[in-house]
């Protein structure tokens, strides 16, 4: 009956030390694995023209500008934020000296895990014909901030 008894107090205390060994092992990994950061990215978009566009060719041509900016996550897309710009004539842009000026934040960004894209479509139409130029921006893992130029 003593063996038994010795038995039973090792098998009880050999359970003990892995049960603690396992929840010590379990502590440590969290511990050290990184956390979970949430941030928020800011995107500094700047339109300008490149050219006067005072040229007769260019009298009533306009341009339209689309921004998309999408959350990418385990190859899932989700459009975040969009915004069509009216169409403007050419020659009323702004130089590069004084750009129009978007700024837009994306809140509860998962630095991690996720990236941005930002996507941006210029629509150009001149006395009904059409021309569409697209451009594509990335903003990843521990990128803040991001720029956009968009020449006209």
């Given at each position: 009956?003593?063996?038994?008894?010795?038995?039973?107090?090792?098998?009880?205390?050999?359970?003990?030390?892995?049960?603690?060994?396992?929840?010590?092992?379990?502590?440590?990994?969290?511990?050290?694995?990184?956390?979970?950061?949430?941030?928020?990215?800011?995107?500094?978009?700047?339109?300008?023209?490149?050219?006067?566009?005072?040229?007769?060719?260019?009298?009533?041509?306009?341009?339209?500008?689309?921004?998309?900016?999408?959350?990418?996550?385990?190859?899932?897309?989700?459009?975040?934020?969009?915004?069509?710009?009216?169409p403007t004539e050419l020659k009323n842009f702004p130089g590069s000296d004084n750009p129009l000026l978007q700024k837009i934040t994306i809140p509860n960004v998962n630095d991690r895990k996720e990236k941005l894209e930002v996507y941006y479509k210029v629509t150009y139409d001149s006395k009904g014909s059409i021309l569409n130029y697209w451009n594509i921006t990335t903003i990843g893992k521990g990128q803040q901030t991001g720029k956009l130029h968009i020449q006209i």
């Open positions: 009956m003593q063996k038994e008894t010795n038995k039973n107090t090792y098998m009880k205390k050999l359970i003990i030390t892995v049960t603690l060994l396992i929840s010590g092992l379990g502590f440590l990994y969290y511990k050290q694995s990184p956390k979970e950061v949430s941030v928020s990215k800011n995107i500094d978009v700047e339109v300008y023209k490149t050219s006067s566009y005072v040229a007769p060719v260019y009298a009533n041509a306009t341009a339209q500008l689309e921004v998309t900016v999408v959350r990418i996550k385990n190859n899932k897309k989700d459009t975040v934020w969009q915004h069509s710009f009216q």
